[in-house]
């Protein structure tokens, strides 16, 4: 094996066979997530159905797979890397390892707007629900960026007017759901992350909007590494730090507003992917957010599966597994990286 | 002539506060010229502005061209206090200095032996795999060389490039900063030690409040009675029998 010293050059900043390695276990994952459950179906003939090759499935397997399991799964691998993504990004531009996507009052927005429609409109719930909660998203980061004045002349200030936004949102949430103790239920199951009532009509709308997002942030991923340094180290080396900032800003809020209202609140996934794919690749830049996309869409659809299973036939809130698995998974990372301090 | 950084008319508003006043002087490329004064005199503003990041009324122009509109220059920036990011190796750190030439996440493979290279210089190569958080104070300060280093500039500027640093790594990181100006990288800094701006530098620039008090050649500056003043008569200055000029504060009664 050759060696640096003998070389006397680097290894490469960012191995891509890392990527290709993760669209290959989103994939393994994903046939994995639609053939377990009550009935199980077969490996390969799910990949027969799915290419379009003869020898597929049909009948009930066929609808139970494409009607059921399909969109699930796929709602959960977006809503996974809309959250992993968003988190790493969040991390960056704030220049804080804890930062997460539910930051600047974005999940607390979220889940104000979700309680309105669910505790004011009585019908049809599920048509209103995304739309409020995206909304209550949008509105709660735009007053943490009002609030904060300075905008990104300090990252720390916007982050606390986000938790105060956060915290105010929270307040009246509550407030709604102890007057109206009837709908306690559903805000409360919707806040524990569900992916239940996945269909493709959510898929669809929910894809445009996270596809859009991942899009313009993996398009500007490899600048995103300028902003890990002081604004005139990022300017020397040609990058405009405050558009960078919004930009990035912008494009994670609506991934993670598209993802809450899509799915309610899943926590750890933010943090826990992009700290758990650094850590293992040794490396940091933001050359790795695509790898980061896939690994955090194997996590949410294996959660998922997780959830759907274990306590069949009964379902577990999708935010208990991620917390549950996620959790001390992350601190063992963290503690053999040793990624806070030296 | 435009083989100069011409300053001309420079204020700097920071809020209603004027931290930099009516600058007007030129900056010879190919040397080192030191910015020296008390805490507060616009040291870190004036370096801003000449790198372009900074608003400023007035002109700067390098070459010929307004510094804040010429997004091809190709100026290295060392920060006193750096952002040191969480979890990047010291490769990944010094390797960003490239980003500019290869395009961001782009590396080519001679920028990789160049970086090899230059940690070998910096001293920090075998180290390359490490945290930038584990650096200590000297060996981040010289990452940061090493990066401006690869970064291969026409213009470094240093902002109180030895403040962390013991006097043997401070000697070692100015040597380091002599070695680019002699691959003829004009070199700006700031510099807390004047008897340590007079050893390297050739032009040393004296601000106070805002202003220019004096600009000259380093021994013209070290030997005028204006230095004192700039410091409030608070320092003395002593020549060595090699001729070497010493700056030391006076002890206050």
Known sequence: MKTASTESTLSPIWNWKITALSFALLFFVGILAVSFGPVSLDFMKIIKTLFGLPGGLNGQERTLLIDLRLPRALLAALVGAALATSGAVYQTVFRNPLADPYLLGAAAGAGLGATIAITSAGADLYSLLPIFSFVGAILAVLVSFFISGKFFAEPNSLLLSGIAVGSFATAVQTYLQQRNSSSLRPVYSWILGELTVANWQKVAWSSIYIFIALTILITVSKQLDGLMLTDEEAYSLGINPNRLRVIAVVAATLATATAVSASGLIGFVGIVVPHLVRGITHRVTNRGLLTIALVGASFLVLADLGARTLLSPAELPIGVITAFVGAPFFLVVLRKKRLVSK | ?253
């Open chain 2, 1 to 253: 002539m435009t083989s100069v950084i011409k300053v001309e008319d420079l204020t700097v508003r920071l809020g209603s506060r004027e931290v930099l006043r009516d600058i007007s002087l030129e900056i010879e490329h190919g040397k080192w010229t030191c910015l020296v004064g008390p805490n507060g005199a616009g040291k870190t503003t004036f370096l801003k502005a000449l790198l372009g990041s900074q608003t400023y009324s007035g002109s700067i122009t390098d070459s010929g061209v307004e510094v804040f509109k010429n997004h091809d220059r190709n100026v290295a920036f060392v920060p006193q206090h750096p952002q040191i990011p969480i979890g990047m190796s010291v490769s990944e750190y010094v390797m960003l200095g490239r980003s500019k030439r290869d395009g961001w996440g782009n590396e080519s493979t001679s920028s990789r032996k160049l970086v090899a290279q230059i940690l070998k210089l910096t001293g920090l190569f075998g180290m390359q795999n490490q945290f930038v958080t584990q650096l200590s104070g000297g060996e981040m300060q010289r990452a940061l060389i090493a990066r401006a280093l690869v970064q291969e500039p026409t213009l470094i500027l240093l902002d109180e490039p030895t403040s962390a640093l013991d006097l043997h790594h401070q000697i070692a990181v100015l040597n380091n900063i002599e070695l680019l100006k002699e691959r003829g990288v004009t070199i700006i800094s700031t510099m807390h030690d004047i008897t340590l701006a007079a050893m390297y530098a050739e032009k040393i620039i004296v601000m106070q409040e805002g202003r220019v008090l004096l600009n000259g050649s380093s021994d013209e500056v070290i030997h005028s009675p204006e230095l004192k003043s700039a410091f409030e008569n608070r320092i003395n200055v002593y020549t060595l029998e090699s001729g070497r000029p010493v700056i030391v504060a006076k002890k206050e009664k």
